[in-house]
């Protein structure tokens, strides 16, 4: 009698239908994105920017996602509120688990791309699930726009083995930009690029993009720029951190300087127009140059004459550590502190 009952049971097992995989483009309204993304005509969203997020939530045991990128090209999986894997991107389109055997019922899912653009533009066309695609999580009402420099970008926080740096080293979850946002409840584009300044690079070079020109971008790809739209994200607040790399070479002029600078938060100004905007000179920078580019923000901020922007509090300086000079990830936890209590009374938050 048990016998013919197993056979029986093994046979109902067999004969029941697997649960049926769904698949939708990365541009669904299932999910949801922050930060300077791009809605290619197939579907797929392409982005350079760090902290770019793609958030979603699945009724389900697996989920997988098609994405390319260049080889330092790096996004971190975070499933259920902790850091599940990062997912190291190949040139053509490729599937990649972002979570299998998952207990039965609902997960929430981000994917945060760890790069910068230098380090390559990323795409991700779909994801496949065994389950249903649920509500896209909602994004903060409160916005943030952070624009900058390596600093911003999370560069180098998490030190590997060495002296030299490799993409796994860049962090921008765990940036001050980033922790800041999530502790005002807000979300955040991190709009930054390593080496960079106001008028001219680390090494001098005024021939890249520099601010100015990579604030109006989507995607800050020399060989293929993508302008972005400021109309599409009405900021309240925004912080501009830059500077360091413009005095690396030495102390600029201080009248082109302050004239850059002045057309530069004009610009913003005019842009977002609820937007309270906060500048600081950052972390990097010590002595005659932080007390240089102090006066040259003073007297920016003085001849704009607009009370949404204001000058904070001159910040710590960071020495980095034996390793790197760039901030570890515990100094931009610090940095963080340092300007929360500010960033909340400028914007009444």
Partial sequence: MVRPLVAALLALCAAAPAAAEQTIAASDAHVARMGRTVVQADGSVRFGYPGVTLLLAVDGTRLA???AGSASSLVDVIVDGKPATTLHLAPQTKRYDVFTDAAPGPHRVELVHRSETWLGVASIARFTADGAFLAAPALPTRRMLVLGDSVT????MERGAGNKDTPDWWNPRLSYGMVAARALDAQVQLVCYGGRGLVRSWN???DEFQLPAFYDLAIADAAHPVKWNQAGYDADLIVIAIGTNDFNPGTPERAPYVDAYTALLRRVLRDHPHAQIA???GVLLN???KTALIGY???AVTRVGDRRVHLL???AYQTGDAVNAHPTTAQHAAMAAELLPQLRRIAGW
């Avoid at 970008?153 to 180098?156: E, I, P, T, W």
């Fill in 287 to 289: 002595g005659d140059k």
């Fill in 313 to 315: 509090a001159p910040v």
């Fill in 297 to 299: 923000l003073k007297e």
């Fill in 65 to 67: 996602v098609d994405a």
């Fill in 153 to 156: 970008c999370g560069a180098d």
């Fill in 204 to 206: 001098g070079r005024t």
């Fill in 279 to 281: 500048l600081t000179e």
